[in-house]
């Protein structure tokens, strides 16, 4: 009886507080999480004000910098500083709730977890006179009565797909700023704080970073703006999965991105060649082993660009490699820059040489190009047979190892 008991406890919280982590704040089901990469913007968001003493200077830098937000208030701090609630709006930046109380739903009990959303979109209502459209609770944490209050309040959930971890006792302005340099991509929901202890390290931080992805082509918008940042569905769920198969594959096998930036169309790591002996076009023989630059492409947002975007972006990108090859004494020891994939005809108009996979090698990387274009849905991929696309690494460099711009 007793481990009846024990079994049905472990199998409530599993469906309490699991399964919503797992599908809901890991996986985003049901959630807005993202845009999708095709324009070079982003969405910048703020949580945890309105604070006096600190939301003018976001207010203030945001101005500055021609750019929009959107504002999760708490409606405590709302109530009490009207004020700053009414610039925000008349600045062109997006309101909406993150909760009357500040805690964790997995400390909540259900009915006040269940009631939250609700609650929380109707006092803000009551304060600007707009329903709200969206809702993010506490720390992005969910459990079942969270969903289903959600879904009482009829509000889909807004997520982020970057957090600069301001918050963090040991963050500093400078080590947040190149944090968020590195992880941001057209697309990007980006979380921040303009209040409590996150607004220590944005403050100071935010006119540098807001300069620099002007200089690097990003407008900056509302949420409700970003392009395609919508709910996901579970048609969407395979382009997610494929994308945290694309984080493993990275990680277990020291896979970087080009320039340090996920932004760019181009992941490479040095690996030992793994095909039979083949002629090089310019002279020479690569043989298997050989240390050779394999990269791989960012999907993702080569998708969601499109083929011309795509190669008009490419180039450049290219030149971020040769850069990061140039600078890494262990890369430089490679001998060539080489792509197996089903994209040859388009790297055979930057400048690589095309040539055959072994039959085995063919078979089982169609397969998997048929799954990426299941995934995402997308006509780019329906290109023809995975092939080898090569340049010998003087070639490339040549080619590419101008400073990129």
Known sequence: MR???????????????????LLVQRLGLGLIREGRQRRRELALTF????DPLSTPQ????????????TFFVLLPRARAHPEL???????????????????????RTPWGAFLEPQRAAR?????????PTVYRPPHGAYTLATVLGLRRARLPGAHWSVEGRDWHPASTPDGVRARLLRLIHPGAVVVLHDAGPGARVTLPMLPGLLARLTDRGYRLVPLSVLEGATPLTP??????????????????????RVADRHDTLVRAALVPFPLPDVALPDGGVLRRGDPVIEFHVNNPLMVDLGVRQTMRQAPQDLRWLAHDLLQDPEWRSARAVFCISALSPLLAQLGFATLPLPP?????LSRWA?????????????TPQPRVSLLSLPAFLERYGDPPA
């Open 370 to 382: 048929a799954v990426l274009r299941r995934a995402y849905g997308s006509p780019v991929l329906r």
């Open 360 to 364: 085995g090698s063919e078979r089982r």
């Open 85 to 107: 609630l009414e610039r925000i709006r008349q600045e062109g930046h997006q309101l909406e709730p993150h909760a009357t109380l500040h805690r964790h739903a997995w400390l």
């Open 3 to 21: 481990r009846r008991v024990v079994g049905l406890g472990v199998l409530g919280a599993a469906v309490y507080v699991l399964l919503p982590y």
């Open 235 to 256: 048609a969407g769920l395979p382009r997610r999965l494929i994308r945290l198969l694309d984080r493993l594959y990275d990680r277990l096998g020291r896979v970087r």
């Open 47 to 50: 949580d945890d004000g309105p």
């Open 58 to 69: 976001v207010l203030d830098a945001l101005k500055a910098a021609g750019a929009r937000a």
């Open 123 to 131: 006092q803000l209502q009551q304060l600007t006179g707009q329903p």
